[in-house]
């Protein structure tokens, strides 16, 4: 190497070099407001040219014991955990031959007859009339019945509390989901379901059989060497380096942890270094026999129905900002408010996991991506 070259090149590393300690400040001070020694908080990374440029925690995984959140910790990452099931059941169409276009109700008899064709496709994408939570119980409404919902009542006689107050096992929520009527009718209108997505750790349970946790821990988080990440369906099992969730309560904190544990909705469980690996598999695909055909698939939206503006693929919400395209989701449950983004075009992503529910992820994202973004010399 010349020395003319030699400069270049040095140059370029100390403005990098520069560039990086510019945005670990701007995204420290962007979360100064979180009490380290006495409040949960997040745990953030940004990604830049496949390795993590800012890797960090603010607050407390623990509050008990008093220990921080370093950026190592497993968190629980509420809807971004759809799209790993949106990507193993793309797994299990390659491997089973199964049409996507075709009704679910040919893999999964035992579900209510809908009085018309409902695809894999559809409820993928949240195109399925497929309802919500609010057709399991009438949580809030003072026993108000909900019109086509099953109306379940706790053992005292109220509404039943989904969260942590009241309990049912997989296999009783399960039963339930099967027996839930549509909303509305399927391929008009987007329609964010969950219940959807419950559907179809079914459907990989049933071609399978083995469970979501199983069939995506060989097929996904293996090959991708994701060694900290499960679906956690199991509510009394250990979880090493757990990040422990809260909520506000007057003037404090109270633990806010969910006892359902029910999986394809939510129920993953990852931590910063196996998020970098699944968003290095975007650009250079793994999974799967044929990967670049599973990734192209993984990437199309499931219809032109929009919600907000918005399309959405396979667990993906696909927008642009500040003229990029970018596929994001966020997710939020008891004691935890999530978000994931990436501009594939920048080969930038960012990573926001809360163990507070007051916590706007999607704020901080908002915050972090203007200061990647605006011009530097």
């Not at 790993?84 to 299990?92: E, K, S, Y």
């Not at 993928?124 to 939570?133: E, K, P, S, T, V």
């Not at 809360?354 to 999607?362: G, H, T």
Request: net charge negative; aromatic share 10%.
């Amino acid at each position: 190497m010349n020395a003319r070259i030699s400069f270049f090149v040095l140059l370029s590393l100390v403005h990098s070099s520069s560039f990086a300690a510019e945005i670990n400040d701007s995204i420290d001070s962007i979360f100064s407001a979180i009490d380290d020694a006495n409040a949960p908080g997040c745990t953030v990374g940004v990604i830049e040219g496949g390795r993590l440029v800012h890797r960090a925690g603010y607050g407390l995984a623990n509050m008990e014991l008093g220990v921080e959140l370093d950026g190592s910790h497993v968190h629980r990452m509420g809807s971004v955990s759809k799209q790993f099931t949106a990507m193993a059941v793309l797994l299990l169409a390659e491997e089973y031959e199964l049409d996507l276009n075709s009704d679910i109700r040919k893999q999964l008899p035992d579900l209510r007859s809908y009085g018309s064709e409902v695809s894999i496709n559809a409820i993928l994408g949240h195109i399925a009339g497929m309802g919500d939570y609010e057709l399991i119980t009438a949580e809030g409404s003072d026993g108000e019945q909900v019109e086509g919902g099953l109306n379940l009542r706790s053992v005292a006689g109220g509404s039943f509390r989904l969260g942590n107050q009241d309990y049912l096992t997989n296999e009783e929520f399960y039963r339930l989901v099967r027996n839930l009527a549509l909303k509305s009718p399927p391929l008009e209108k987007f329609e964010y379901s969950n219940m959807g997505y419950v559907i179809l750790t079914l459907l990989v349970e049933t071609v399978s059989g083995e469970s979501l946790r199983e069939f995506s821990n060989k097929r996904i988080f293996k090959p991708l060497n994701m060694s900290h990440t499960f679906f956690s369906d199991d509510p009394v099992e250990i979880v090493p380096n757990r990040a422990s969730g809260y909520m506000p309560q007057g003037e404090g904190f109270v633990t806010d942890m969910t006892n359902l544990f029910w999986v394809g909705d939510g129920g993953l469980h990852t931590n910063l270094d196996d998020m970098l690996k699944w968003d290095q598999n975007f650009y250079n695909p793994k999974l799967g026999q044929n990967p670049d055909a599973i990734m192209t698939l993984f990437l199309t939206p499931n219809s032109e129905l929009k919600d907000d503006g918005r399309l959405y693929a396979n667990g993906q919400f696909i927008f642009e900002y500040d003229g990029a395209k970018v596929y994001s989701h966020s997710g939020g449950w008891l004691g935890t408010s999530t978000m994931y983004a990436r501009f594939p075009s920048k080969g930038f992503s960012s990573v926001i996991m809360c163990n507070d529910v007051s916590q706007n992820p999607a704020e901080y994202w908002r915050r972090i991506v203007d200061e990647y973004l605006q011009p530097r010399l």
